[in-house]
């Protein structure tokens, strides 16, 4: 890959030591390059524009425009290019707005070196990345709807998936969704519990139509119907596909039925995101099944390592390449012995994300039906999904990457 390409960077702070002092941190980088340095907001776009810079390193409160306002018309004219925010101090407010607008990552001021050059190179990998993917893919043409026209025919599927019920499938796969929805790469999120979802309760959302409408027609669908039965999820942006309103109606949508409508999606959405019930129902089958990728998730239960354990012997017999499966640790709380590192080793799959416990954040969220990663913030926990998603695109973006099975290396706890 395109790991040993120089970082291009752009510094846009309207304090002139501030821009000297990054300058500074980061000249001993071989692989940096400073590609230039703007006073304010407005300058910081045109030299986005012209520059295309792989990072862009910007300030917060500046005079004219502010550092948000900037990411926001940055990220719509040189989408390649990943945003760094660096603010004065964290607070929760800005770093949702930010994320909104489309930053990559948050550094407080002032920074490590370490924590700089870190996010700089994590987010000059990915510029590389989406560099290479507009060169040959699709483009998004703006509609008048909230449904993007024309169509990105590969988008991804994504199934959340745990055999255990109560790890955070849906908690996970709300605000994942919400954390990777762009412009340029929209979101749906499918409600993938027949009997059971709950993932409109998770948003405060009254669906009128579900799956069980789509089910029926599901070898003719067209965009109108879609459209219809899906839901905008107003706050965030992303589109939203019921679960059956009631248990009993479950029975209405068969695995094939599912797969055809998740395919379907691709057709206008990026990423496809799917809470899937914990038991091995057809329709959860055929999911996995048709999934680009498998979020198993787990937690330091043992019961709930055994039963990660019991599924990762099914792949197998199911016949689903192991490479498929993203190994995710949900509240990780570091006084519990059951360290991730181990359980990574005894499985010999790599767990690369951990997700912190962080009740005081998720439980209101979830009651309140609003997605954390909209709204109150806890450092660790934001940060762990952004790690979340990065790797995610890192993943998704290489499409015939034959990655074999990894030796687990290292598992980093966001935060
Ligand atoms: N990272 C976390 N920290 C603290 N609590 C969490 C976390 N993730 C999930 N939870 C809690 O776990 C419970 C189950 O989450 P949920 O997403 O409904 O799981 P599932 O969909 O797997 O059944 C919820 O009460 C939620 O608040
Ligand atoms: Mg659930």
Redesign the pocket.
């Known amino acids: 890959m395109s790991n040993e390409e120089v970082i291009k960077v752009l510094i846009v702070d309207d304090i002139a030591e501030t821009r000297e002092n990054i300058r500074k941190l980061l000249q001993f980088e071989a692989d940096f390059e400073i590609v230039g340095a703007a006073r304010n907001g407005y300058e910081g776009i045109e030299l986005a524009k012209d520059l295309e810079p792989d990072v862009i390193l910007m300030d917060i409160n500046m005079p004219d425009i502010d550092g948000i306002t900037a990411t926001e018309t940055i990220r719509q004219e040189v989408p390649h290019s990943q945003i760094v925010i660096l603010t004065v101090q964290a607070d929760p407010n800005y770093m949702r707005r930010a994320m909104l607008a489309g930053a990559r990552d948050f550094l407080t001021k002032p920074p490590s070196v370490d924590e700089m050059i870190g996010a700089i190179r994590r987010a000059g990998e990915l510029a590389h990345e989406e560099r290479e993917k507009t060169k040959n893919v699709y483009s998004v043409k703006p509609g008048n709807g909230s449904m993007p026209v024309g169509t990105l025919k590969d988008g991804k599927i994504i199934s959340v998936f745990?055999p255990?019920?109560?790890?955070?499938?849906?908690?996970?796969?709300?605000n994942l969704a919400v954390a990777l929805h762009r412009k340029e790469t929209p979101v749906v999120l499918v409600d993938g519990?027949m009997e059971f979802g709950?993932v409109m309760v998770?948003l405060n959302k009254q669906a009128k139509n579900s799956i069980v409408d789509l089910a029926p027609r599901a070898d003719e669908l067209d965009q109108d119907v879609i459209e219809e039965v899906t839901m905008l999820h107003q706050e965030s942006g992303i589109k939203v596909l019921a679960a059956p309103s009631r248990p009993e109606f479950a029975e209405s949508v068969n695995g094939d039925q599912f797969a055809q409508v998740l395919d379907f999606l691709r057709n206008f959405y990026s990423y496809v995101i799917v809470?899937c019930s914990?038991s091995l129902t057809d329709v959860t089958l055929s999911t996995i099944d048709t999934s680009d990728l498998i979020m198993l998730?787990t937690t330091q239960e043992i019961p709930a390592i055994k039963d990660s354990r019991l599924f990762l012997d099914l792949l197998q017999p199911l016949k689903i390449n192991r490479e498929r499966l993203l190994f995710v640790m949900?509240?990780?709380d570091k006084r519990v012995a059951i360290k991730p590192e181990k359980v990574s080793e005894n499985f010999k799959q790599e767990l690369k994300v951990v997700?912190?416990?962080?009740?005081k954040?998720?439980?209101p969220a979830?009651n309140r039906g609003v997605p954390f990663m909209l709204g109150e913030k806890s450092k660790s926990?934001t940060r762990s999904f952004i790690s979340l998603t990065e790797e995610i695109r890192k993943r998704l973006s290489a499409p015939d990457k034959k990655t074999a099975v990894e030796v687990p290396e290292k598992v980093s706890v966001a935060g």
């Open positions: 745990s255990k019920g109560g790890v955070g499938k849906t908690t996970i796969a709300v519990n709950d998770f809470d914990s998730l949900n509240k990780y997700i912190p416990f962080e009740e954040v998720v439980l979830i926990i």
